[in-house]
């Protein structure tokens, strides 16, 4: 599987904007951008995808370099509840059509009051 | 409510007592899957199910059963639990898996941590 490279941790201010920077230098063409984040004590969330365009949802924005080796998740304005480790993957699906998600180490993004 | 479910949610138990961890979903979803969150090896899948009629191995399957007898359950089976089964246990599932040309997200449970002693 192609792999993705995201800094350890981030620190936001709360309200604020944060940028959570995710490299992919050996994407291949068909594969599609996730990332999920997993709030502490649950299960990982869904929060975007997308392929060559940026994306935008309720939860966040995705902008997805030209040559997409690199991808940005954008949160907006961070709120306290926004704080867990966040998960960039990229989609490749297996045997029989498996769609396991390879989950890194992922940014632990903390927000400050 | 639209969510996965998993029983129990905390479990301590000794080793070779068989346990049976439970993983339910309500949004009629084709596919389910087990993974193991360990720290530093972050989440690894144990087996999955593409539907009722189709079940395999993931990375880690050693030690591990799972079952499929109808689409809204997928139970994780450990035989003879050993203390390297020790661990966070995620169900997921999908309304279903393998289109090159859309995605369907995947919806995890809560977790099951399992201590084996």
């Known amino acids: 599987d192609a792999k993705t490279t995201q800094p350890n941790s981030m620190e936001s201010n709360e309200e604020e904007p944060v940028h959570l920077p995710c490299n992919h230098s050996?994407?291949?063409?068909?594969?599609?951008i996730h990332w999920y984040r997993q709030l502490p004590s649950q299960g990982p969330e869904y929060v975007i995808h997308?392929?060559?365009s940026n994306v935008n949802n309720r939860m966040a924005s995705l902008a997805i370099a030209e040559d997409r080796k690199s991808s940005t998740l954008i949160l907006h304005r961070a709120t306290l509840r926004d704080a867990a480790v966040y998960y960039c993957?990229?989609?490749?699906?297996?045997?029989?059509?498996?769609?396991?998600?390879?989950f890194g180490t992922g940014t632990r993004l903390t927000i400050i009051p | 409510e639209a969510q996965v479910t998993q029983n129990p949610r905390y479990l301590i138990t000794v080793t070779g007592k068989k346990l049976t961890v439970t993983c339910s979903q309500n949004?009629?979803?084709?596919?389910m899957s087990w993974y193991r969150q360990d720290p530093g090896l972050g989440l690894r899948q144990i087996y999955y199910?593409?539907?009722?009629?189709?079940?395999d191995k993931g990375d880690v399957p050693e030690g591990y059963k799972v079952s499929r007898k109808e689409k809204r359950n997928f139970p994780l089976i450990l035989e003879s639990p050993s203390p390297n089964q020790t661990s966070l246990y995620f169900c997921?599932?999908?309304?279903?898996?393998?289109?090159?040309?859309?995605?369907?997200?995947?919806?995890f449970g809560p977790g099951t941590r399992l201590t084996v002693l």
């Open positions: 997921a599932s999908s309304l279903q898996a393998g289109g090159f040309s859309s995605y369907n997200e995947q919806f």
């Open positions: 050996t994407i291949s063409g068909t594969d599609y």
């Open positions: 997308g392929l060559t």
């Open positions: 993957i990229l989609r490749a699906i297996h045997r029989f059509g498996n769609e396991k998600l390879t």
């Open positions: 949004m009629n979803h084709e596919y």
């Open positions: 199910s593409m539907n009722v009629e189709v079940t």
